[in-house]
């Protein structure tokens, strides 16, 4: 029989352990597919923003490349940072003119406002100085009614 303080010690582990603060304790691992290749980064994710982290940077590390030299790669789903795809989108050498969004993200209830991932892709192309429609007045204007089925946002220029 387990003695009441292994579960106690136990616990304390899980939340003190440094697994969880490296990429290794949070991703899913995979054979990395890059390995042995040489990265050449050919271009800038926005040629109006540096290339180059730098470390007062909200989403610091973003334009590190995968390693090639290691056995494994660690891959964390793209919505840990906010749950919507626009950081691949927004890059001006793919050129779209539309984005159809379906954001599926949890809310508490259904009068939670539905806008919390959007505003937070616009404040991300924003600081990456990506062009992205203003969403933030006419969002604070769409949650004073009840919920649509269907939202437009529309670059105005």
């Not at 994710?45 to 390693?67: H, I, Q, R």
Request: glycine share 4%; net charge positive; aromatic share 14%.
């Amino acid at each position: 029989m387990l003695n009441p303080g292994f579960w106690k010690d136990f616990i304390n582990n899980i939340f003190t352990s440094s697994v969880l603060d490296t990429r290794k304790g949070r991703a899913g691992r995979v054979f990395n597919p890059l390995r042995g290749l040489s990265l050449i980064p050919c271009f800038p994710f926005s040629p109006f923003s540096p290339t180059s982290p730098s470390d007062n940077t909200l989403f610091k590390g973003l334009t590190e490349p995968a390693p090639t030299n290691s056995k494994t790669l660690y891959l964390v789903d793209g919505g840990l940072t906010f749950n919507l795809p626009f950081p691949l989108l927004l890059r001006s050498q793919r050129a779209v003119d539309i984005y159809i969004s379906f954001d599926f993200s949890s809310r508490e209830h259904d009068n939670s406002p539905p806008f919390k991932e959007l505003l937070l892709s616009e404040k991300w192309a924003r600081l990456n100085n990506c062009l992205f429609p203003p969403i933030h007045d006419l969002a604070a204007e769409y949650i004073k009614h009840p919920p649509k089925e269907c939202y437009v946002f529309k670059d105005p220029v």
